[in-house]
């Protein structure tokens, strides 16, 4: 009988329009009967809210170790880890708000670890599924947003205004703190709060000496809104101006792999164009006169059909050697996957290549790589599974370039 039932359930749910009231109400009945079995948890904790398109997973980082530098006991749930106090995993879900159950028995745990503070990476699905629903959140942030998930969300528009049920979460006399450059700022200014916090780049009220050790002009931006997440949890600015020295990154975020290679190889978690652009202009300032920047790029399937032209187009303005390959196909055929990004690779533009098999397209971007150049392989970061239609299947994207860069080094 529960096999049945959960088959029904399946084929119920495949059957429904993503936001279908059904649906909708499915989520958030299960979203409250997790905190009711788990005791609401959220309410023995100190919660923070992060969201936006990009960067989240970085600020609840670079937030998290502000917090462990200055003592506070924390856990943190992102795409990339759970922290509960001294343990940190990895997130097999791969999945930002992952179900209403693993977030209550997370915050669960946090509590049993004595835990005073939770940090939730907050993505616009499962805020308008209710997955993250009877967390009452203290403080709440935004990244950044650009278009992203309009297959699920329809416009820009509507996004926002999903992104916004974060902030309309918010705890009596809570906290949101707002990026004052981002096109979200003019809706999310008018949601009522007790305190609001605001950062730029451009200007702040905050002024402030920041240094990071890790790469990329955009993770100002990442620091900013964890320094004055920080400051609306009462931590002094300059102790998290001085925690955030010793920041060293999130694996699979930009990550830089040295194996001895007499050129760079980063891997990073690059999926929308906005990403695209910002990390390959941030990569591209970094190369030596007449060196060569090299991205391997691919695309999720089943979703956000809309962005592969993007990244096609994207990666062959700002990169001399393109290489479009698999990456999470999940029930699409990976060839029409390909085809999409490929139509708006300018070959005039860079050398471009494709290769369905990742594996085998990694290892022919390192092979042409020359002293000096720069490798960059795109959107797996830190994940440890690849979807296909057959499954989840063991992929590290990180391990496999280390492996590949070993074999080079040997037949050298």
Not at 72 to 90: K, N, V
Not at 324 to 341: A, C, L, M, R
Request: charged share 20%; proline share 5%; hydrophobic share 35%.
């Amino acid at each position: 009988m529960i096999p049945y039932t959960s088959m029904m359930v399946h084929q119920l749910k495949r059957a429904l329009p993503q936001k279908h009231l059904v649906r909708l109400l499915w989520h958030r009945g299960k979203a409250l009967c997790a905190a009711l079995w788990y005791g609401f948890p959220a309410q023995k904790l100190t919660i923070v809210g992060i969201t936006g398109t990009d960067g989240k997973t970085t600020t609840v980082g670079m937030l998290s170790h502000i917090l462990q530098q200055t003592g506070i006991r924390h856990g943190a749930l992102s795409t990339a880890f759970f922290t509960t106090g001294s343990q940190t995993h990895w997130n097999a879900t791969q999945k930002t708000s992952p179900s209403p159950f693993t977030v209550q028995k997370f915050l669960r745990q946090c509590v049993k670890e004595k835990c005073t503070h939770a940090l939730l990476e907050c993505s616009s699905h499962g805020l308008v599924q209710g997955r993250l629903n009877f967390t009452w959140p203290s403080v709440v942030a935004i990244t950044n947003t650009s278009p992203e998930h309009l297959d699920y969300h329809g416009t820009f528009e509507q996004y926002q205004k999903d992104k916004a049920i974060l902030f309309h979460m918010l705890k009596g006399k809570g906290t949101k703190v707002l990026n004052k450059d981002d096109a979200s700022y003019p809706l999310l200014q008018h949601i009522p709060s007790t305190h609001t916090l605001e950062y730029s780049c451009n200007l702040t009220p905050y002024p402030c000496n920041l240094s990071l050790n890790i790469p990329g002009s955009f993770n100002i931006e990442n620091a900013l809104c964890a320094i004055v997440c920080a400051k609306a949890l009462g931590i002094d600015q300059s102790k998290a101006v001085e925690a955030l020295h010793t920041f060293t990154g999130i694996p699979g975020r930009l990550e830089k792999i040295d194996e001895g290679q007499p050129f760079t190889v980063y891997v990073d978690f690059t999926v929308t164009p906005a990403a695209y652009t910002k990390t390959l202009n941030t990569v591209g300032e970094e190369l030596p006169a007449e060196k060569r920047l090299l991205v391997l790029t691919g695309s999720c399937g089943d979703r956000m059909k809309e962005k592969r032209p993007q990244i096609g187009k994207i990666c062959s303005k700002l990169a001399d050697i393109v290489v479009v390959t698999n990456e999470d196909p999940y029930t699409e055929d990976p060839e029409k996957i390909i085809d999409d990004i490929w139509q708006t690779v300018d070959q005039n533009a860079c050398f471009a290549h494709r290769i369905t098999d990742r594996r085998e397209a990694m290892q022919f971007l390192l092979q042409k790589a020359q002293p000096g150049d720069v490798v960059l392989f795109c959107g797996k970061g830190s994940d440890t599974t690849m979807w296909t239609k057959d499954g989840q299947v063991p992929w590290n994207e990180r391990e496999i370039v280390r492996e590949l860069l070993r074999t080079m080094h040997h037949e050298r």
